[in-house]
């Protein structure tokens, strides 16, 4: 018992040791300002002087919120607030959505034969065009040509029974039954030579539609099963796009839209598809809807197979207005900005916080529907410190410095190039309804597209010939 006692005596000492350190740690810097042993003449200077310096470390000085130079203090109006702002730019947004997709043909098939056989004849290359009827592989007919002679010498034989009992009835030599007996052995034979033709069609495969010839898969002396492969023809004028939209969007796309595609086979190409059809089942398990599109393809810039994303255009607006998205001050379920106008005072600016609605959102910027006008300044870095109407702020250009918030100059200054301002924000690729963006914003969703031209690789558009004559997507 002793011990413990002992040992609970000396931890109440360790703790309150500990406790008086602290203590004069933390009063320390106070202690060190105070005189001391100045003289008395001194002691009132040095309190003064401590005053104020005390009242920096307690956050009142000139940077601190309820100093001099701050916007709550008395003094806020004499100290302006350093702020980065943009200009509102007015440009072309194409109200759209992504998605991906896959490329078929418009008219594809695995040519098979009906009938079993051994290969007679190839009569196509591999790669080569084709068109509609042109025989392709011709399998063994030696029998079925047999067959077909058989035919026709019976189909002749049973005509001239049947002139020769309609000649004898006419002259009452015999019964009409004898007469409609060769008819009837008239008709089984015409019966057979059909049966027979048709057994021969069926060893000439022939092309189904005008295309282009795959790679073939037999050789000549093989012999073919009824199904077996023997090439794909692909109708390459024409592809289809097909891919999947939320069900949200069901009531907003229609037949007829347009739709920006970019292959990443084909960087910097652009392409554009028209909507054919949407699917009227919604798919239950992915809540999403089918929609097919048709791209020409006369320029063969593309082939069935190909991984391709896809940019559902559903509206285009000219003029709309765009601020950078870290203007944006979120607040009770409200959107703001602080835009900066021109003080009471020559060369002031003042801030003013203006209530927004917005619209399209695009990757670095948003589009503004009410509350600003092209051209005001908005606040994009300090707004924080800007608690109140009417604070004077300082403007501080960032463009040199690499800065993405003051890169449109004063409030006063002029405002930045479309494109400049565009490429500052971070983010929102290029396109327009005439050439589509070889490169798409990523992210889900509805988005934006700012219109404008499309870079390359080289920094240069891709320049493809223009087919000519009708586009096959527009037939039929």
């Known amino acids: 018992m002793a011990y413990r006692k002992r040992y609970a005596a000396t931890a109440v000492i360790g703790l309150a040791l500990v406790s008086a350190a602290g203590w004069w740690l933390l009063n320390r810097p106070s202690q060190a300002q105070s005189p001391g042993a100045a003289p008395a003449g001194g002691a009132a ?15 009142a000085g000139p940077g601190g919120p309820g100093g001099a130079g701050g916007p709550g203090g008395p003094g806020g109006a004499g100290r302006p607030v350093a702020v980065e702002v943009a200009k509102v730019a007015a440009m072309t947004l194409v ?17 098979r034969p009906e009938v079993a056989g051994r290969v007679k004849q190839i009569l196509f290359e591999d790669g080569q065009r084709v068109r509609k009827g042109q025989l392709l592989v011709q399998l063994e007919d030696q029998l079925q040509q047999a067959q077909l002679a058989q035919s026709r010498a019976e189909l002749s034989i049973a005509q001239a029974n049947h002139q020769r009992n309609q000649e004898l009835v006419a002259q009452n030599f015999v019964s009409q039954r004898s007469a409609d007996e060769t008819a009837a052995a008239l008709e089984v034979a015409r019966a057979r030579l059909a049966l027979a033709e048709a057994t021969l069609q069926r060893l000439r495969i022939v092309a189904p539609f005008d295309g282009v010839a795959g790679l073939r898969m037999v050789n000549v002396g093989d012999y073919l099963k009824d199904g077996a492969d023997i090439v794909n023809i692909e109708d390459l004028d024409a592809l289809l796009v097909d891919f999947r939209l939320p069900e949200r969007f069901q009531s907003r796309v229609r037949a007829g839209q347009s739709a920006q595609l970019s292959a990443d086979a084909l960087p910097g190409r652009p392409l554009s598809a028209l909507i054919q059809a949407i699917d009227p089942l919604i798919d239950a398990n992915a809540r999403s809807v089918g929609v097919r599109g048709c791209i020409d393809n006369r320029s063969r ?13 559903f509206g285009q607006r000219e003029n709309a207005l765009v601020v950078p998205e870290e203007a944006i001050v979120p607040q009770g379920g409200r959107a703001f900005v602080v835009k900066v106008v021109p003080g009471e005072q020559p060369g002031q600016s003042v801030s003013q916080r203006v209530p927004v609605r917005t619209g399209l959102r695009l990757p670095g910027r948003v589009e503004i529907l009410e509350g600003l006008q092209a051209g005001d300044s908005v606040v994009v870095a300090g707004q924080q410190r800007l608690q109140r109407d009417g604070l004077p ?8 410095g690499g800065g993405a918030g003051g890169a449109a100059g004063g409030a006063g200054g002029p405002a930045r190039p479309a494109s400049e301002a565009a490429s500052a924000a971070g983010g929102a690729s290029t396109g327009s309804s005439a050439a589509p963006a070889g490169a798409m914003p990523r992210g889900e969703g509805p988005g934006a597209r700012l219109a404008a031209g499309v870079p390359g690789q080289g920094g240069a558009p891709v320049r493809v010939p223009a087919p000519t004559g009708p586009n096959p997507c527009l037939r039929g």
Do not use: I, K, Y
């Not at 810039?301 to 255009?313: K, S, W």
């Open 45 to 59: 200077a040095g309190a003064s002087a401590s005053a104020p310096a005390a009242a920096g470390v307690r956050g």
């Open 95 to 111: 109200d759209e959505t992504q998605a991906t997709g896959t490329l078929r043909s418009r008219q594809g098939v695995m040519l």
């Open 301 to 313: 810039q593309l082939r069935p197979g190909m991984f391709v994303r896809v940019n559902a255009v």
């Open 393 to 400: 702020v300082r403007v501080v250009d960032m463009s040199r």
